[in-house]
């Protein structure tokens, strides 16, 4: 599967050059409201845990599941202009919340981590007996990128998507882990501790954390722990989605960038891959930025996402 990259690369303006200003940009750059007629409902998880998910009805017979990155929820200006992209060329939209996060807190004991693929593919599973017939494509950003590819590569015997967009894994999480710790990367690492500490405030072990430091203390205390593993070390190299990209044999691009502050697409290259995983490694773009002065808008990610939807769509 080799879809055609979009027309235009990413350019950057002079005011978002680099990866930390890239990533930094997309925060800060203002995002349009708008309104969209949501359906929302709860999927309950085989262990009683439920996850809050939102839907928008299409005609193109197209299905476009969308899941978050760490420390987000379905509220992220990325996933609501993803949502209402998809949904205005024609396709249903499934957004969702992973457990504890957005509209499902109060709702999950159990945490999402980068390894949480039987949760995506309960809702993949959901999605096909909710839409018989469709094509279902699966959109992941960040953590739910590696949880895409690590389903698509490592447990295919699980519900699958017909093709996927990962966008920009961190593949080796090792490797994304420590990279938070230097310089100023060390402001992301806090931000996600920050949004993750509120996350599992009064759920099980949260209450008696303590105060970790950094991610990797949060991984090593929580996490790990929570997800079934004794260490960090254990859970990053079970977890990590790397070395199973050569796995996926379903139509699958990684859209990443060579800049990423923690998550660089060099990761990604370092690994095998199947001829079903098609790498688009963009020279600029840092961490789900992708900030661009030949874009109305500015906004390189929304183009990028609308293109390989619509490729996806016909594969």
């Keep these: ?38 359906e929302r409902f709860r999927l309950i998880l085989e262990d009683g845990d439920a996850l809050a998910i939102q839907a928008l009805r299409g005609r193109s017979g197209v299905v476009v599941s969308l899941f978050h990155g760490l420390g987000g929820s379905v509220e992220g200006h ?77 447990d295919r015997h699980l519900a699958l998507p017909d093709a996927g967009l990962a966008v920009n894994p961190p593949a080796d999480l090792e490797a994304c882990s420590r990279r938070l710790l230097r310089g100023f990367s060390r402001a992301y690492d806090q931000y996600f501790l920050r949004r993750l500490g509120r996350e599992v405030a009064g759920r099980p072990g949260g209450d008696s954390l303590g105060r970790p430091r950094t991610l990797r203390d949060f991984d090593e205390a929580y996490t790990a722990r929570q997800a079934g593993f004794p260490s960090r070390a254990e859970y990053y190299a079970a977890c990590s989605c790397g070395p199973h990209l050569a796995g996926v044999d379903i139509p699958m691009v990684i859209l990443t960038s060579e800049d990423d502050p923690f998550a660089p697409g060099s990761d990604v290259a370092a690994f095998p891959r199947s001829g079903s995983v098609h790498l688009h490694l963009e020279r600029t773009g840092g961490h789900m930025g992708y900030i661009a002065r030949n874009i109305p808008g500015h906004r390189w990610l929304d183009y990028a996402l609308a293109h390989y939807v619509g490729e996806l769509s016909r594969a």
């Design 1 to 38: 599967m080799r879809p055609a990259p979009p027309a235009e690369p990413c350019l950057p303006p002079l005011w978002a050059r680099g990866g930390h200003l890239q990533t930094l940009a997309a925060q800060y750059l203002p995002t349009p409201h708008v309104e969209l007629p949501w």
């Design 78 to 154: 990325y996933m609501r202009r993803a949502a209402a992209l998809c949904h205005a060329a024609g396709h249903t939209v499934v957004a969702v919340n992973h457990r504890g996060a957005g509209a499902g807190r109060g709702l999950a004991r159990g945490i999402y981590h980068s390894g949480a693929t039987s949760d995506m593919a309960a809702v993949l599973g959901m999605c096909r007996q909710r839409y018989p017939g469709e094509r279902l494509l699966t959109v992941g950003f960040s953590i739910s990128a590696n949880i895409l590819l690590l389903l698509a590569g490592r």
